[in-house]
């Protein structure tokens, strides 16, 4: 089994300043682990995923997520916050190797708000 | 490479309605998978595919059902729609699960309301 946790559902931040999105997970398996960020009206893009080559992974956009297994979290973060960050962004666990379906949990979702 | 399509883009239904949605993938994808978007719940798995002639259920099947009649195509039917259905649909695809940390590829959505 497995399951996500986003800690907030809500994330008010200032252009220029540093972003901090939280995740939890919980798997039965050594897990997949994807940050997926969805605009408005839009279906939803990769930013980053952990395959377990390296703890800190870097995506798009200048995001990047580190995997702690001991506190069992990914969480997401950015340096600097740009207007166009304002965006839901999803935090999502996947089974890999299970020879069947890649199937994802997903968690609620956080939506980033970016102010002047 | 348009990816992943979804068609239509917006839908409005009365209650007791059917209709098909229709997805298609041209990066040659084995996996194809059906989501619900609804407020506050993340994306829910409704039907998924691991090849083509082969569906199988999800999350949330109920009131659903699907087809992979081509490799390329995923068709997600409601064959008598109610308000419960009022919800934001997108489809995904991904090469095998087999080869480990395979992400998965969104389609723009459909939004469908059900009167």
Redesign the interface.
Known sequence: AQSVTQLD?HVSVSEGTPVLLRCNYSSSYSP?L?W?VQHP??????LL????AATLVKGINGFEAEFKKSETSFHLTKPSAHMSDAAEY?CVV???????????T????TRLQVTL | NAG?TQTPKFRVLKTGQSMTLLCAQDMNHE?M?WYRQDP??????IH???GEGTT?K?EVPDGYNVSRLKKQNFLLGLESAAPSQTSVY?C?S?RT?????????????TRLTVL
């Open positions: 559902s997949s994807f997926y009206n839009k279906g939803l893009q990769l995923k952990y395959t377990s999803f996947g089974q890999p190797n299970t020879g069947t379906a890649s199937k994802l997903f968690g609620t979702g | 992943v996996y998978y506050g719940m993340g994306l829910r798995l998924y595919s691991v199988a999800g997108f995904a991904s699960g087999t080869s480990g940390y395979n992400e998965q590829f969104f389609g723009p959505g």
